[in-house]
Every structure is written in C-alpha cells, then in structure tokens.
C-alpha cells in the first residue's frame, strides 16, 4: 500500500513550525520579563508568514540649525563737546544778581545728562513754570487729539499764564489716573526723575504751582522737551509768550513778530510767586544757538525787596550772557 509521502512531510513541516513558534513565544515571553524598553512588534501569523527584517523609516533630514547673531548693540550716544561751567565762573560773578540767589542750569537738547549749573538757591517753588510738563501731560493722555476746550485751555495757560486754564488742565487728568503721577511720569520721560508733582522739597503734599522743582532738573526737562511726543506741540506755545512776560529767555530772541513776541529762536515760559526770600521768579525753555543745536535752560532769582522788574532784567541779562557765553559745540539736538 502507497504511503502518503506528501502528507507525511506536511506533519513533519506543521510540527517543526509549531515548534517554532512554541521557540518563539518563549523568547518573545522572555523578553517582556526582562523589562525591554523597546515596543514589541506587532504578533506575525506563524502559519502564513515568514520574519522579514524590521527596515526603519525614511525621516525627511533636519535642516541645519540656524545660530542667530545678535544685533549689536546700538552705538553710545557720543556726549556733546560743552564749554565746562568752570571755565563760566568768573564770567558769572560779574552778573547782576549774584546776591540774589541768581542761578543758571544748562543742557544741550538731547543730552540731559550733561547737565550744569551755576549758583543756588533756598527755593525751589516751580510756580508756573510747572505749567509745561502739565500741559504736556494734558496732551500725551490723549495721543495728541485734543477737544477744541483743552487745546485753549493749554494755549492760556502756556502763553499768558492763566491760572484757571492750568487748573482745569490739572483737574482734567483725574480722567486718566493720579493727577501727580501722570505729571511725574512726564517728567521722568524727559531725564527728571526726582521731581514729584504737588510735592515740596519735604515731600509734603502742596498745590501743583509749590511743586519743587530743581533748577537743574528744570534744564534737564526744557534739554529733552523737543525730543519727546508732542514737545513740539507745547513748544509752539512757548514761541508766542505774552510780550508783558517775554523777559530772560525771552529778551533774547533774535526774532519778533508783529506783536512783540519770539518766533523761531527760542521757547520758554515763566513762573513768579512768593519766596522764603521774599519773591521768586525763575523761567524754563529753550534756547537756539548758531548752527540750529538748542540748549535747554532754566533761571532763578530772588530779587531784593520782591521787585518784580527788576527780577525780570537780572534774567535777561543772564540769558543773554549765557546765550554769548555759549557756542555752537555746546548745542545738541534730538537723536
């Protein structure tokens, strides 16, 4: 009787894959008892496929990694060549007023920080003049869009000292936060950084016109006033002071229009007012020297018996001597 050849090698071949696979599972069990980090793959049919070699997939290749430079820093702002107060002191004992407590702060436009004085004073009051950095404050609060009964309030308080409109101005920035504070930051914007706003030279809380305010860093102020948002705005209304104030700073200007008032050459605005002395008058602009640069400048005196013109000639004298003593390499202008 023929023997099943075919189906005898079908046992044998069935039993070696079983053995196989029983070989498999062993080594697969094996493994996962040993705590294998790797993921198994995935259980192949024994009965219907072979091992083939696990091929890993193409990645698509990295694209180098981009090193960034940093930019480089921008370069220091180079300081402006000024004459040295020291080599102004002689100069400055000549001037009327000396034993008035005359003092002169200076700064090219664009660099508060070389800052100089000459002389000193016992009072500080800003008076008026703390009307600039308010009205300047009034229109930064409102990105320079401002309602036609701000914008006049800003113009008569500027050009003809009107006590009302500042007023409204000071009680108008409550809409936007601190009164104070919003004058400080202005302050703090142009290289003032330690004046506060209605505060005396005690830090005692007073009303905004006693806020004390350095003579330096009154200069400091008027040196970055044509650099900062809506300077300029501000500085229009400097240019046409009410010819009954236009002394000191204004005595100077090489150019009037119709009215008796400057126009191109300098900006300022004064403050005068009872003193510990007796009287102060002081003033805060900017002056233009030859060559188009600008220095910002304050004044201050006291002048005997409380004399308001003659306070007012002494200023002007002083402006006029400074302007001379100044030249062009001490100007700056906005960066």
Same mark, same amino acid.
């Given at each position: 009787m023929a023997t099943d050849t075919t189906g005898a090698r079908q046992v044998v071949v069935t039993r070696r894959r079983m053995s196989t696979a029983f070989v498999c599972a062993v080594l697969c069990a094996t493994m996962a008892a040993c705590g294998s980090s790797a993921s198994s793959p995935k259980e192949e049919d024994s009965q219907t496929s072979t091992a083939t070699p696990t091929v890993a997939p193409m990645l698509p290749s990295r694209p180098p990694a981009v090193i960034s430079t940093p930019a480089p820093p921008p370069p220091p702002v180079k300081p402006v060549q000024t004459t040295d107060?020291?080599?102004? #002191?002689?100069?400055?004992?000549? =001037?009327?007023?000396?034993?008035?407590? !005359?003092?002169?702060?200076? /700064?090219?436009?664009?660099? &508060?920080?070389?800052?100089?004085? !000459?002389?000193?004073?016992?009072?500080?009051? /800003?008076?008026?003049?703390?009307?600039? &950095?308010?009205? =300047? @404050?009034?229109?930064?609060?409102?990105?320079?869009? $401002?309602?036609? @009964? #701000? @914008? %006049?309030?800003?113009?008569?308080? #500027?050009?003809?000292?009107? %006590?009302?409109?500042?007023?409204? $101005?000071?009680?108008?920035?409550? %809409?936007?936060?601190?009164?104070?504070? =919003?004058? %400080?930051?202005? $302050?703090g914007d142009t290289g003032d950084k330690r004046t506060r706003a209605a505060r005396n030279s005690a830090g005692v809380r007073v009303p905004f016109g006693l806020t004390a305010w350095r003579v330096n860093d009154a200069a400091k102020f008027a040196a970055t006033l044509p650099c900062v948002p809506y300077g300029a705005q501000i500085m229009r209304d400097m240019r046409f002071i009410d010819h009954t104030q236009s002394w000191g700073i204004g005595a100077v200007a090489r150019g009037t229009n119709k009215r008796g008032l400057n126009v191109d050459d300098v900006a300022f605005k004064g403050g005068w007012g009872p003193s510990t002395s007796g009287y102060l008058m002081r003033q805060v602009g900017v002056l233009i020297l030859p060559g188009g640069g600008g220095v910002g400048v304050a004044l201050l005196v006291q002048p005997h018996g409380g004399n308001h013109d003659a306070g007012a000639k002494i200023l002007s004298q002083a402006a006029s001597w400074l302007r001379d003593s100044l030249g062009a390499t001490d100007a700056g202008k906005c960066a």
């Open positions: 107060a020291s080599k102004l #002191v002689q100069g400055f004992k000549k =001037l009327p007023g000396r034993d008035q407590q !005359l003092t002169i702060a200076w /700064a090219p436009v664009g660099h &508060p920080e070389q800052v100089q004085q !000459l002389g000193t004073t016992d009072t500080i009051d /800003a008076w008026s003049t703390i009307k600039v &950095p308010l009205a =300047l @404050a009034a229109i930064q609060q409102r990105g320079g869009d $401002l309602p036609k @009964a #701000v @914008a %006049n309030d800003i113009e008569m308080s #500027v050009r003809i000292s009107d %006590n009302d409109a500042a007023r409204r $101005l000071w009680e108008g920035l409550e %809409n936007f936060g601190m009164k104070a504070e =919003l004058v %400080n930051e202005v $302050l």
